[in-house]
T-cell receptor, first 112, second 115 residues
């Protein structure tokens, strides 16, 4: 079963613009992670935010976490055509022996 | 160097013929996961091992089984593949041995075709 939902399902922007993707989840978590997947490939970890953290940065990525609303957002600033991919959030639920379940994903297209 | 290795990358099997997918890791991680991903969908967790403890998802069909003979290796057995089992199968690992959680590392996946 999937833990979370993401929106939008698809997002198309121009190179240089910012892209924001949102993730909602249902249960208490140890952490929330964001992954990127290029078509037909495995997933690559982008950033992990723990349940006691509210915001985290890594390069052009900014992640926020609101545990009271059970939601997270991923912001990619100054997007590039190479950022075109599917982006998934995944939650590590509390007391789940490290069960890691994925949201429905956002397909991001960055137009040159 | 590849840290999570899945073999083969592409597997074709006949309808109803048992098939095994393999995954190995060089990270010494204690948690290993198997996911099924169909086209344009999110990865769906089938089961995972926490050390030797097997955790099966409630909606994983009985047709899917797994073995983890040691820390490094994990296998996905599909006893009688149906056409609906055609998908990408992803293996991943993670660790919490030092008391802090880490991200998951994924293999490149095995794309299974059922004919």
């Amino acid at each position: 079963s999937q833990q979370g939902e993401e929106d939008p399902q698809a997002l198309s922007i121009q190179e240089g613009e910012n892209a924001t993707m949102n993730c909602s989840y249902k249960t208490s978590i140890n952490n929330l992670q964001w992954y990127r997947q290029n078509s037909g490939r495995g997933l690559v970890h982008l950033i992990l935010i723990r349940s006691n953290e509210r915001e985290k940065h890594s390069g052009r990525l900014r992640v926020t976490l609101d545990t009271s609303k059970k939601s997270s957002s991923l912001l990619i600033t100054a997007s590039r055509a190479a950022d075109t991919a599917s982006y998934f959030c995944a939650t590590d639920a509390t007391g789940s022996a490290r069960q890691l379940t994925f949201g429905s994903g956002t397909q991001l297209t960055v137009l040159p | 160097d590849a840290m999570v290795i899945q073999n083969p990358r592409y597997q074709v099997t006949q309808f109803g013929k048992p098939v095994t997918l393999s995954c190995s890791q060089t990270l010494n991680h204690n948690v290993m996961y198997w996911y099924q991903q169909k086209s344009s969908q999110a990865p769906k967790l089938l089961f995972h091992y926490y050390d030797k403890d097997f955790n099966n998802e409630a909606d994983t069909p009985d047709n899917f089984q797994s073995r983890r003979p040691n820390t490094s290796f994990c296998f996905l057995d599909i006893r009688s593949p149906g056409l609906g089992d055609a998908a990408m199968y992803l293996c991943a690992t993670s660790s919490d041995r030092r008391g802090s959680d880490t991200e998951a590392f994924f293999g490149q996946g095995t794309r299974l075709t059922v004919v």
